[in-house]
Protein backbone atom coordinates (compact mmCIF):
# COMPACT_ATOMS: atom_id res chain seq x y z
CA UNK A 1 0.00 0.00 0.00
CA UNK A 2 1.46 3.35 -0.70
CA UNK A 3 2.04 5.76 2.10
CA UNK A 4 0.27 9.19 1.69
CA UNK A 5 4.45 10.41 1.92
CA UNK A 6 5.54 8.06 -0.84
CA UNK A 7 2.14 9.50 -3.12
CA UNK A 8 3.12 12.82 -2.46
CA UNK A 9 7.20 12.41 -3.18
CA UNK A 10 5.93 10.25 -6.53
CA UNK A 11 3.28 13.55 -7.72
CA UNK A 12 6.07 15.72 -6.93
CA UNK A 13 8.65 13.59 -9.14
CA UNK A 14 6.03 13.40 -11.52
CA UNK A 15 5.92 17.28 -11.76
CA UNK A 16 9.03 17.81 -12.46
CA UNK A 17 9.66 15.25 -14.87
CA UNK A 18 7.20 17.38 -17.23
CA UNK A 19 8.59 19.11 -20.14
CA UNK A 20 8.94 23.24 -19.21
CA UNK A 21 7.85 22.11 -15.64
CA UNK A 22 9.10 24.34 -12.81
CA UNK A 23 9.05 24.21 -9.36
CA UNK A 24 7.94 27.22 -7.58
CA UNK A 25 10.18 29.13 -5.58
CA UNK A 26 10.99 29.47 -1.83
CA UNK A 27 9.95 32.80 -1.00
CA UNK A 28 12.57 34.34 1.97
CA UNK A 29 11.40 37.59 4.14
CA UNK A 30 13.65 40.01 5.39
CA UNK A 31 12.26 42.69 7.97
CA UNK A 32 14.22 45.95 8.62
CA UNK A 33 14.13 47.34 11.59
CA UNK A 34 14.18 51.24 11.63
CA UNK A 35 12.85 53.58 14.35
CA UNK A 36 10.16 55.63 15.37
CA UNK A 37 7.58 56.50 12.41
CA UNK A 38 8.48 60.34 13.01
CA UNK A 39 12.11 59.77 12.34
CA UNK A 40 14.24 58.56 9.05
CA UNK A 41 14.82 55.54 9.53
CA UNK A 42 11.31 54.67 8.95
CA UNK A 43 10.36 56.22 5.68
CA UNK A 44 14.18 54.62 4.66
CA UNK A 45 13.16 51.62 5.54
CA UNK A 46 10.59 51.84 3.62
CA UNK A 47 11.48 53.20 0.30
CA UNK A 48 14.43 50.40 0.69
CA UNK A 49 11.85 47.43 0.99
CA UNK A 50 9.84 49.29 -1.76
CA UNK A 51 12.57 48.71 -4.68
CA UNK A 52 13.30 45.25 -3.17
CA UNK A 53 10.11 44.12 -3.05
CA UNK A 54 9.30 45.66 -7.18
CA UNK A 55 12.08 43.56 -8.44
CA UNK A 56 10.66 40.46 -8.14
CA UNK A 57 9.05 40.55 -11.11
CA UNK A 58 12.17 42.09 -13.14
CA UNK A 59 15.11 40.09 -11.24
CA UNK A 60 13.09 36.69 -11.27
CA UNK A 61 13.93 35.96 -6.88
CA UNK A 62 11.14 35.53 -4.48
CA UNK A 63 11.93 38.26 -1.39
CA UNK A 64 9.33 39.83 0.57
CA UNK A 65 10.75 42.83 1.98
CA UNK A 66 8.47 44.36 5.57
CA UNK A 67 9.39 47.09 7.83
CA UNK A 68 9.02 47.33 11.19
CA UNK A 69 8.90 50.11 13.48
CA UNK A 70 11.63 50.19 16.80
CA UNK A 71 13.30 51.82 19.49
CA UNK A 72 16.16 52.81 17.10
CA UNK A 73 19.50 52.04 16.75
CA UNK A 74 20.45 50.47 19.87
CA UNK A 75 17.03 48.26 19.74
CA UNK A 76 17.94 47.37 16.30
CA UNK A 77 21.63 46.53 16.61
CA UNK A 78 20.42 44.66 20.16
CA UNK A 79 17.94 42.21 18.06
CA UNK A 80 20.32 41.47 15.72
CA UNK A 81 23.31 40.35 17.95
CA UNK A 82 20.26 38.39 19.57
CA UNK A 83 18.92 36.81 16.29
CA UNK A 84 15.89 38.81 16.36
CA UNK A 85 16.22 40.98 12.74
CA UNK A 86 18.49 39.89 10.08
CA UNK A 87 18.90 43.50 9.17
CA UNK A 88 18.46 47.26 10.75
CA UNK A 89 19.31 50.68 10.59
CA UNK A 90 21.44 52.56 13.17
CA UNK A 91 23.78 55.67 13.93
CA UNK A 92 27.49 55.16 12.85
CA UNK A 93 28.06 56.22 16.81
CA UNK A 94 25.85 53.09 18.07
CA UNK A 95 27.12 50.34 15.09
CA UNK A 96 30.95 51.14 16.56
CA UNK A 97 29.53 50.58 20.05
CA UNK A 98 27.89 47.55 19.52
CA UNK A 99 31.28 46.15 17.92
CA UNK A 100 33.14 46.97 20.44
CA UNK A 101 30.69 46.22 22.93
CA UNK A 102 30.83 49.71 24.45
CA UNK A 103 28.31 52.34 26.26
CA UNK A 104 24.66 50.88 25.51
CA UNK A 105 26.16 47.37 24.61
CA UNK A 106 28.56 47.34 27.42
CA UNK A 107 26.51 44.39 29.41
CA UNK A 108 25.45 42.80 25.86
CA UNK A 109 28.88 42.42 25.25
CA UNK A 110 30.42 43.19 21.63
CA UNK A 111 29.09 41.79 18.20
CA UNK A 112 32.00 40.91 16.00
CA UNK A 113 29.00 39.03 13.48
CA UNK A 114 27.50 42.86 12.79
CA UNK A 115 27.96 43.33 9.26
CA UNK A 116 27.72 46.80 7.08
CA UNK A 117 25.75 46.84 4.36
CA UNK A 118 25.83 50.84 3.15
CA UNK A 119 24.76 54.48 4.58
CA UNK A 120 21.99 57.11 3.52
CA UNK A 121 21.37 60.67 5.27
CA UNK A 122 23.36 61.76 7.58
CA UNK A 123 21.42 62.31 10.58
CA UNK A 124 21.61 65.75 12.14
CA UNK A 125 21.67 67.12 15.05
CA UNK A 126 19.21 69.03 15.62
CA UNK A 127 18.46 71.06 18.56
CA UNK A 128 15.32 72.32 18.73
CA UNK A 129 13.21 74.94 21.16
CA UNK A 130 10.67 77.62 21.52
CA UNK A 131 11.29 81.15 21.15
CA UNK A 132 10.26 82.22 24.32
CA UNK A 133 12.69 80.19 25.83
CA UNK A 134 15.75 81.88 25.75
CA UNK A 135 17.55 79.36 24.56
CA UNK A 136 20.30 80.33 21.56
CA UNK A 137 22.66 77.54 21.66
CA UNK A 138 23.53 73.93 22.84
CA UNK A 139 25.41 74.98 26.08
CA UNK A 140 21.81 76.80 27.20
CA UNK A 141 20.68 73.33 27.49
CA UNK A 142 21.97 73.55 30.81
CA UNK A 143 19.29 73.40 33.95
CA UNK A 144 16.55 72.93 31.43
CA UNK A 145 13.82 70.07 30.71
CA UNK A 146 14.90 68.24 27.33
CA UNK A 147 14.08 65.46 25.55
CA UNK A 148 17.07 63.46 24.83
CA UNK A 149 15.26 60.32 23.25
CA UNK A 150 13.24 57.03 23.98
CA UNK A 151 15.26 54.29 26.09
CA UNK A 152 17.45 52.14 23.39
CA UNK A 153 17.15 55.01 20.83
CA UNK A 154 20.22 56.20 18.54
CA UNK A 155 19.19 59.60 19.86
CA UNK A 156 20.30 58.84 23.85
CA UNK A 157 23.25 57.06 22.69
CA UNK A 158 24.35 59.85 20.54
CA UNK A 159 23.42 62.27 23.25
CA UNK A 160 25.56 60.48 26.21
CA UNK A 161 28.41 60.05 23.81
CA UNK A 162 28.75 63.94 23.07
CA UNK A 163 27.99 64.81 26.83
CA UNK A 164 31.33 63.29 27.53
CA UNK A 165 32.81 66.25 25.71
CA UNK A 166 31.95 68.58 28.46
CA UNK A 167 32.58 65.86 31.11
CA UNK A 168 29.05 65.19 32.09
CA UNK A 169 26.31 62.75 31.70
CA UNK A 170 22.72 63.46 31.10
CA UNK A 171 21.34 63.71 34.78
CA UNK A 172 23.89 66.09 35.61
CA UNK A 173 24.15 68.43 32.43
CA UNK A 174 20.15 68.82 32.15
CA UNK A 175 16.93 69.64 35.08
CA UNK A 176 15.43 66.49 33.54
CA UNK A 177 16.34 64.42 30.58
CA UNK A 178 13.17 63.00 29.27
CA UNK A 179 12.19 59.80 27.12
CA UNK A 180 10.10 60.50 24.70
CA UNK A 181 9.37 59.30 21.26
CA UNK A 182 10.08 61.29 18.20
CA UNK A 183 6.19 61.35 17.73
CA UNK A 184 5.73 62.45 20.68
CA UNK A 185 8.23 65.14 21.48
CA UNK A 186 7.34 67.94 19.01
CA UNK A 187 3.80 68.22 20.84
CA UNK A 188 5.36 68.16 24.13
CA UNK A 189 7.59 71.17 22.96
CA UNK A 190 4.64 72.99 22.22
CA UNK A 191 2.57 72.60 24.95
CA UNK A 192 5.39 73.42 27.17
CA UNK A 193 5.86 69.92 29.02
CA UNK A 194 9.94 70.33 27.32
CA UNK A 195 12.19 73.32 26.75
CA UNK A 196 13.62 71.28 24.03
CA UNK A 197 14.89 68.62 22.28
CA UNK A 198 17.55 67.02 20.62
CA UNK A 199 16.63 64.78 17.86
CA UNK A 200 19.33 63.08 15.04
CA UNK A 201 17.55 63.09 12.21
CA UNK A 202 18.03 64.11 8.02
CA UNK A 203 17.45 67.87 6.97
CA UNK A 204 14.41 68.56 6.92
CA UNK A 205 12.90 65.61 9.24
CA UNK A 206 9.41 65.69 9.38
CA UNK A 207 9.29 65.60 13.49
CA UNK A 208 11.28 68.87 13.05
CA UNK A 209 9.14 70.33 10.92
CA UNK A 210 6.18 69.54 12.82
CA UNK A 211 7.31 71.48 15.97
CA UNK A 212 8.40 74.66 13.82
CA UNK A 213 5.22 74.49 11.89
CA UNK A 214 2.41 73.95 15.29
CA UNK A 215 4.02 76.77 17.14
CA UNK A 216 7.43 79.02 17.08
CA UNK A 217 9.70 76.46 17.55
CA UNK A 218 13.11 77.56 16.20
CA UNK A 219 16.44 75.54 15.49
CA UNK A 220 19.62 76.90 17.46
CA UNK A 221 23.17 75.82 17.20
CA UNK A 222 25.46 73.16 18.50
CA UNK A 223 28.43 74.48 17.45
CA UNK A 224 31.21 75.42 20.61
CA UNK A 225 35.01 74.17 21.08
CA UNK A 226 33.76 70.98 22.98
CA UNK A 227 31.97 69.94 20.35
CA UNK A 228 34.35 70.93 17.45
CA UNK A 229 37.30 69.15 19.13
CA UNK A 230 35.18 65.70 19.40
CA UNK A 231 33.99 65.81 15.73
CA UNK A 232 38.04 66.76 14.74
CA UNK A 233 38.66 63.49 16.62
CA UNK A 234 35.85 61.33 15.78
CA UNK A 235 36.37 59.99 12.04
CA UNK A 236 32.49 59.69 11.65
CA UNK A 237 31.35 62.62 13.09
CA UNK A 238 31.24 66.03 10.80
CA UNK A 239 30.54 69.82 11.00
CA UNK A 240 27.10 70.37 9.11
CA UNK A 241 25.71 73.27 8.26
CA UNK A 242 21.26 73.23 8.22
CA UNK A 243 20.75 76.12 5.75
CA UNK A 244 18.68 79.29 6.08
CA UNK A 245 14.66 78.31 4.84
CA UNK A 246 14.62 74.91 5.74
CA UNK A 247 12.25 75.16 8.14
CA UNK A 248 9.40 77.30 8.72
CA UNK A 249 10.80 80.77 10.64
CA UNK A 250 14.51 79.95 10.22
CA UNK A 251 16.20 83.11 8.90
CA UNK A 252 19.68 81.86 9.10
CA UNK A 253 22.37 79.18 8.66
CA UNK A 254 22.48 77.45 11.88
CA UNK A 255 25.97 75.31 12.44
CA UNK A 256 25.53 71.78 14.33
CA UNK A 257 27.11 68.27 13.61
CA UNK A 258 25.68 64.86 12.46
CA UNK A 259 26.52 60.97 11.26
CA UNK A 260 25.37 58.94 8.72
CA UNK A 261 22.76 56.55 9.22
CA UNK A 262 23.86 53.21 8.30
CA UNK A 263 22.10 50.00 7.20
CA UNK A 264 24.04 46.75 9.21
CA UNK A 265 22.85 42.95 9.30
CA UNK A 266 23.88 39.89 10.78
CA UNK A 267 26.60 37.61 9.54
CA UNK A 268 24.65 34.69 8.80
CA UNK A 269 21.80 37.00 6.95
CA UNK A 270 20.71 35.13 3.66
CA UNK A 271 23.44 35.76 0.90
CA UNK A 272 20.67 36.27 -1.67
CA UNK A 273 18.74 38.60 0.37
CA UNK A 274 21.35 40.57 0.75
CA UNK A 275 22.56 40.88 -2.42
CA UNK A 276 18.93 41.46 -3.67
CA UNK A 277 19.03 44.34 -1.06
CA UNK A 278 21.79 46.17 -2.09
CA UNK A 279 21.40 45.66 -5.77
CA UNK A 280 18.06 47.12 -5.83
CA UNK A 281 19.33 50.22 -3.59
CA UNK A 282 21.93 51.08 -6.02
CA UNK A 283 20.68 50.20 -9.15
CA UNK A 284 18.03 52.44 -8.52
CA UNK A 285 19.85 55.06 -6.33
CA UNK A 286 19.18 58.39 -8.34
CA UNK A 287 15.29 57.08 -8.03
CA UNK A 288 15.64 56.53 -4.64
CA UNK A 289 17.13 60.23 -3.85
CA UNK A 290 13.84 61.15 -5.29
CA UNK A 291 12.17 60.08 -2.79
CA UNK A 292 12.80 62.25 -0.41
CA UNK A 293 14.93 65.43 0.64
CA UNK A 294 16.66 63.29 3.08
CA UNK A 295 18.88 62.19 0.69
CA UNK A 296 20.27 65.72 -0.76
CA UNK A 297 24.22 65.04 -1.86
CA UNK A 298 24.11 61.95 -0.79
CA UNK A 299 26.14 59.89 -3.62
CA UNK A 300 26.76 56.03 -4.27
CA UNK A 301 30.51 55.86 -3.29
CA UNK A 302 29.84 57.57 -0.08
CA UNK A 303 27.00 55.12 0.65
CA UNK A 304 29.49 52.59 0.11
CA UNK A 305 31.91 53.46 2.94
CA UNK A 306 31.12 56.51 4.97
CA UNK A 307 29.95 55.77 8.87
CA UNK A 308 31.95 51.95 8.11
CA UNK A 309 33.44 50.79 11.17
CA UNK A 310 32.39 46.72 10.66
CA UNK A 311 33.23 44.43 7.74
CA UNK A 312 31.09 44.62 4.89
CA UNK A 313 28.72 41.41 4.64
CA UNK A 314 30.20 39.23 1.86
CA UNK A 315 26.88 39.34 -0.32
CA UNK A 316 27.28 43.38 -0.10
CA UNK A 317 30.88 43.17 -0.60
CA UNK A 318 30.47 40.94 -3.58
CA UNK A 319 27.86 43.08 -5.41
CA UNK A 320 30.36 46.15 -4.62
CA UNK A 321 33.37 44.52 -6.42
CA UNK A 322 31.16 43.64 -9.51
CA UNK A 323 30.46 47.08 -10.13
CA UNK A 324 33.86 48.35 -9.16
CA UNK A 325 32.82 50.28 -6.14
CA UNK A 326 34.98 48.59 -4.48
CA UNK A 327 38.29 47.37 -5.77
Avoid at 205 to 212: M, N, Q, S
Amino acid sequence: MLTKKTMITAAVAALIALPGATVAQETKYVNIGTGGIGGDFYPSGGFICNLLNKGRATYGYNIRCTVESTGGSVANLRAIQAGELSVGMAEAESQTASWNGTGSFEQVGPNKDLRYLFSLQADVLHVVTRKDTGITNFLDLEGKVVNTGNVGSGTESTINAALEAYGKTADEFFRQATKLTSREQAQALCDGKIDAFIYPVGISGATIAEATNTCEAVIVEWNDPAITELVNNVDYYSMITIPAGTYRGQETDKVTWGLPATVLASADADDEVIYNLVKQVFDNFEDLKLQSSLYTGITREGAVNNGRSVPYHPAALRYYKEVGLVE
